[in-house]
């Protein structure tokens, strides 16, 4: 370890230059995680705040839930059996307010259940980020897919469906709305039970269902562990160029009998110490970033979430300088003596 620091206090603005690289590429990697997060909660909040649990569809629904329809014999005797199940249904549409200004939504109906709050016939809930825009309790909507109005009797934090908030409404009203009588999917919380003749989803199985989720979270986490991995890169070429350029000098301290593997402790010491003090930088920086982002930029970096890339940042930058140490056990002291002096 003191070999390691003295080296990096020697050839400071080499060691500064791989550490800004690192802490730029980890604080680019946080920030697009952060908005991967945020992008998952802005899309399927509604889902993800669900406790973990079962979701079943019909069985020639393709796999999508706007095509599910339940036969009402089946999704009674579910009911019946499972006392905390209920079935919802899920569409999109719109709603204007007073001003006769236009917002999307995500209109959601379901059974009893303590989970979402029951509306009566002409009564809307909303999901809080409509107050933004302009709307509040006792507003009167209209949507062009009904023919009365909504009347705001409350809202509800984070329930959104495909980035548009949920409104929740009666039974009735969904069924006049939509000219359906069948539910779409039923939910059973805390079960892991398949059943026949319904296609059964997990929580994680059922976001994977959802085109816009899967195609957004696949392409952003792609990105994240590209820059991981060009990290990993980026400390096998330095301390390879580094390993080059110190072939003479490990051949002097190969001759003074020191070992292959404390010259390895003496790479993994110096990766150790650019790297945790790189990501303590980028990590506090990805967390400010998020006190500071705007409301309407969907990020959500959990500290849990920062201290896991952190940990996947080490192991890479482990491998990384590994790889690039392997030279060192086919240096032979007199050869690279002589390389060196040459």
Known sequence: MNMAWKEMKKNKPKFLIVGSIVLLISLVTFIISGLANGLSQDNVSLIKNMPEGMFYMSEDSNESYTQSQLEEKKQDEILERDKNAFAFSLQMGSLKNEADNQQSVAFLTSTDTQLFKQVSKGEVILDRSLKAEGIKVGDELTSPLFDGTFKVIDFVD?????HSPVAFINQESFK???RTDEWQLIYRPNTTEEISGLQSFSKNEFLSTIPSYQAEQMTLNMIVWFLVVISGMLFAIFFYMMNVQKI??????????????DLF???WSQMALITILALFVSGLLSQVFQVIAP???PYHLTLTTTIQLSFVFVIVGFLGSTLSGFQIRKIEPLQAIQQGEA
């Open 158 to 162: 984070n329930k959104k469906f495909n």
């Open 176 to 178: 006049n709305m939509f």
């Open 248 to 261: 003479g000098m490990y051949g002097i301290l190969k001759a003074l009998g020191i070992r292959t593997g």
């Open 265 to 267: 402790k003496m790479i």
């Open 295 to 297: 409301d309407t930029m």
